[in-house]
């Protein structure tokens, strides 16, 4: 069975860094595209970043761009999400999801059950 | 950027059909996708590339897409489908993933 299981997340005050990481099982991780979801309290989803297979090419929304980072490490079945310069507003749940194993991106087929992020002072 | 429109909400009595738009640009030239979200859980996939059910989604899920509108269309409806539900495409312009903001059936 396909399993993404996120870690990672808690407290942390503005300006602060934090790791998630998101660990991968049951299919082969290297064959498709990966995918961040956020999603604020009382709030709808929110697309935060996506990484290719081989790791070459990521995506950000532009909120995050220039402080978080999204890789892979293919030979362990591990995503992460660096998330640098945290804003208040960056407090959500981080959902990691599979995404296509097509040329580009597409459907969110299977997810994690979320880290809790809390940015506040 | 690429913008998708749903209604806030939509209410539906048991046994009847609930069907949710979801508006955007050209929407009929991109694969939509659909999620159902229950309070407190992750977001499930319940239909892909604009009509395709996942296996484990019941056929009383269904989703069309022309023009400039997508939907997704629940017959029969339940008690246990009430939910968020939000439609989400890739737009190849941006190179990003958008959803839109969701829509909260409510089964009446």
């Known amino acids: 069975d396909v399993q993404l299981v996120e870690s990672g997340g808690g407290l942390v005050q503005p300006g602060g860094s934090l790791r998630l990481s998101c660990a991968a099982s049951?299919?082969?991780?290297?064959?498709?595209?990966m995918t961040w979801v956020r999603q604020a309290p009382g709030k709808g989803l929110e697309w935060v970043a996506s990484v290719r297979r081989d790791g070459s090419e990521e995506d950000y929304v532009d909120a995050v761009k220039g402080r978080f980072t999204i890789s892979r490490d293919n030979a362990k079945n591990l995503l992460f999400l660096q998330m640098n310069s945290l804003r208040v507003e960056d407090t959500a749940v981080y959902y990691c999801?599979?995404?296509?194993?097509?040329?580009?991106?597409?459907?969110?087929?299977?997810w994690g059950q979320g880290t809790l992020v809390t940015v506040s002072s | 950027s690429y913008v998708l429109t749903q209604p806030p909400s939509v209410s539906v009595a048991p046994g009847q059909t609930a069907r949710i738009t979801c508006g955007g640009d050209n929407i009929g030239t991109k694969s939509v996708h659909w999620y159902q979200q229950k309070p407190g859980q992750a977001p499930v996939l319940v239909v892909y590339?604009?009509?395709a059910r996942p296996s484990g989604i019941p056929g009383r899920f269904s989703g069309s897409n022309s023009g400039n509108t997508a939907a997704l269309t629940i017959s029969r409806v339940e008690a246990g489908d009430e939910a968020d539900y939000y439609c989400q495409v890739w737009d190849s312009n941006s190179d990003h993933h958008v959803f839109g903001i969701g829509t909260k059936v409510t089964v009446l």
């Open positions: 049951g299919f082969t991780f290297s064959g498709f595209w």
């Open positions: 590339d604009d009509s």
């Open positions: 999801a599979r995404d296509s194993v097509a040329a580009r991106p597409g459907n969110l087929d299977y």
